[in-house]
């Protein structure tokens, strides 16, 4: 299997194989560009909130962690 770091990798046939949708994604196939754009955005979104409060709590704990190893 080509490695995501390779140049013969193909992110389209990557999330075609292994992260398919489950369930009806006809919704959408009706979906016009601007809103399937807002929807993508708006889940880009919520993915860098959740980044940056995950970053966070690791940073918290590693602190915690070196506080009580001193």
Known sequence: M????GA???PIAFIER???MKGDSSRFDSM???E???LALGHELK???LS?????CQEK????ARDRAA
């Open 2 to 5: 080509p490695s995501a770091w």
């Open 8 to 10: 013969d990798f193909d």
């Open 18 to 20: 292994n992260l398919v």
């Open 32 to 34: 016009g560009v601007s």
């Open 36 to 38: 399937l754009r807002k």
């Open 47 to 49: 993915g860098v909130v």
């Open 52 to 56: 940056h409060l995950l970053s966070a």
């Open 61 to 64: 704990e590693s602190s915690e």
